[in-house]
């Protein structure tokens, strides 16, 4: 088992620019959510998304959105970056199950430097 | 709104000696509470899980707590070792709407010198 797989491991993008961030699930998990995590901060949570449907959103701005695929893989996309976007952006996965909320189990993370 | 509070945010011993990290929550109405570590630059590794209807969970040197009518979790490490230096996250399963499912406090860092 692969576990939850995150791409890239690092990014460096320049302000204003675009970007997009992958996720694979853990086998047999159909729910991904994102976290924001900043430099001597706890993760922060960005989305979730089940079934192709974003099902729940922090406080973040409408430039953060994302995408679920068929195969559960999820894409965060981040537009107009800002030097504050700069972040370790963890992917988490989870299985919705019969209970609405299961354990999540996380990614490696992708590190974002906006210059 | 739940709010997740680590105390001491940064954490120094030698070698050898146990150690206590608090957490602490302001809405009882948790359904598990987790803790992670993570190193420097590193994603999260969990170390234990505790449902909401269990007290307490052990796994090798390491003892989590949980007492939710206190809004208040323990981890114990016993024997610490320089392998330990790491980041100590808390975070709680919620209920919350916006805030999402799981609820991170910011971390204390322990330093453990040989």
């Known amino acids: ?115 | 709104k739940q709010e997740v509070t680590q105390i001491p945010a940064a954490l120094s011993v030698p070698e050898g000696e146990n150690l206590v990290l608090n957490c602490s929550f302001t809405d009882s109405a948790i359904y598990n509470l987790q803790w992670f570590r993570q190193d420097p630059g590193k994603g999260l590794t969990s170390l234990l899980l505790i449902q909401s209807s269990q007290r307490e969970q052990t796994s090798g040197r390491l003892n989590a707590s949980l007492d939710k009518s206190s809004g208040r979790s323990t981890l114990y490490i016993a024997a610490s070792q320089p392998g330990d230096s790491a980041t100590y996250l808390c975070a709680v399963g919620y209920y919350g709407g916006s805030q999402g499912n799981l609820i991170f406090g910011k971390g204390t860092k322990l330093s453990v010198k040989p």
């Open chain 1, 1 to 115: 088992d692969a576990g939850v797989t995150q791409s890239p491991t690092h990014l460096i993008k320049t302000r204003g620019q675009q970007v997009t961030l992958r996720c694979s699930p853990k086998s047999g998990h159909d729910t991904v959510s994102w976290y924001q995590q900043a430099l001597g901060q706890g993760p922060q949570f960005i989305f979730q998304y089940y079934e192709e449907e974003e099902r729940q959103r922090g406080n973040f701005p409408d430039r953060f959105s994302g995408h679920q695929f068929p195969n559960y893989s999820s894409e965060l996309n981040v537009n107009a970056l800002l030097l504050g976007d700069s972040a370790l952006y963890l992917c988490a996965s989870s299985y919705r199950g019969r209970e609405a909320i299961e354990t999540q189990y996380f990614g490696p993370g992708t590190r974002l430097l906006v210059l």
